[in-house]
């Protein structure tokens, strides 16, 4: 292991695709046990360049194309990590995840379990997800669900550049396996500054985005960037809305979405998967046994529907909108 070179005060303006390629390039430079692999990384830097200029700077040997196998992807990631190397795998798009579950469930989150602590599994996939972005079937699944619902896998997803930096070089420290769900949406969405020399964020937290006494509005990933624009719409009726990106879903940090709950006494909770076994449910049921008797309204939550996501034509009518949080908002309010 040898230190990154660091440069203080060392701030950029990066978007959140540059700032995954600046963690990357981090880990790998402080730690020669990180290698990353994945379908089309090496050379053509990944469909969305978030690994450009890897095998140039490392080689072959810690920049390497795999076969289109996502399965084995997930395998060779296991194997790695349990022999003592910490592998950065990416899946392409989410909805191509699936094939990793036996993988993922089955050994990496129980691996430190089933051997009693004599092995971990410090390994990280990463893997766009959402919507937004026009792409054909398979390329826009939102289903983080599914995994926050696996004990021993955590679930991180960041919602801007400065947290996708901070976040992704926790996950490449975290001694457990960690899905690190990328928001393709906001990747070029817009440069923001990032403290290059700055500590990795902590997992297992909720951020406050911005604080407020008249109700909470609770999102995570992409949808931050609507959560914030409703709050900043309900700002000017004079509403001030507290925004809490969840970031890590599991584990989850139910304290400070408790407290949050029994501050407003009111609660929105916006994703973009769909309504039916969403994770907001299980941030609903947190705070209906733990905030109850603070709560002042019934919790809202605005969604994706139940169904697939649809064709681009139609990508409009099923994420949520700055609107239909602002009326949820308002529900709360009025009640």
Request: hydrophobic residues 45%; contains cysteine.
């Amino acid at each position: 292991m040898h230190s990154a070179q660091q440069h203080p005060g060392n701030s950029q303006p990066l978007n959140l695709l540059e700032a995954i390629n600046r963690a990357l390039l981090y880990a790998m430079e402080d730690d020669d046990k990180v290698v990353v692999f994945g379908e089309d990384i090496a050379t053509n830097g990944g469909v969305f360049r978030a690994t450009e200029g890897l095998k140039e700077r490392f080689g072959f040997r810690r920049v390497m194309d795999t076969p289109l196998a996502e399965n084995l992807i997930a395998g060779l990631a296991v194997g790695m990590a349990s022999q003592g190397l910490k592998p950065v795998a990416e899946i392409q798009f989410m909805g191509f995840i699936y094939a990793t579950l036996e993988q993922l469930i089955s050994h990496a989150a129980r691996l430190r379990n089933r051997t009693r602590g004599r092995l971990g599994c410090p390994l990280v996939i990463r893997a766009p997800f959402g919507g937004g972005i026009h792409a054909p079937e398979h390329h826009s699944e939102s289903t983080e669900a599914l995994f926050a619902h696996i004990p021993g896998l955590r679930v991180v997803i960041p919602s801007s550049s400065a947290r996708a930096y901070g976040l992704l070089r926790a996950a490449i420290d975290c001694p457990d396996p960690v899905l690190f769900l990328e928001p393709k949406r906001l990747y070029r969405l817009q440069r923001l500054p990032v403290e290059l020399d700055s500590d990795p964020l902590p997992l297992d937290r909720c951020f406050t985005l911005r604080a407020g006494e008249d109700v909470s509005l609770i999102s995570w990933g992409a949808m931050i960037h609507e959560t914030l624009a409703a709050a900043d719409r309900l700002a000017e009726d004079g509403i001030k809305a507290e925004v809490i990106d969840v970031a890590t879903l599991n584990p989850l940090d139910r304290d400070t979405l408790v407290a949050t709950a029994s501050k407003t006494g009111r609660v929105v909770i916006v994703h973009e998967a769909p309504f039916t076994g969403g994770f907001g449910a299980e941030i609903a049921a947190t705070l209906a046994s733990d905030a109850l008797m603070h709560l002042l309204a019934p919790i809202e939550r605005v969604t994706g529907h139940d169904c697939p996501m649809p064709d681009f034509a139609m990508e409009p009518q099923y994420m949520p909108s700055v609107e239909r949080i602002v009326a949820a908002a308002r529900r709360t309010l009025e009640y």
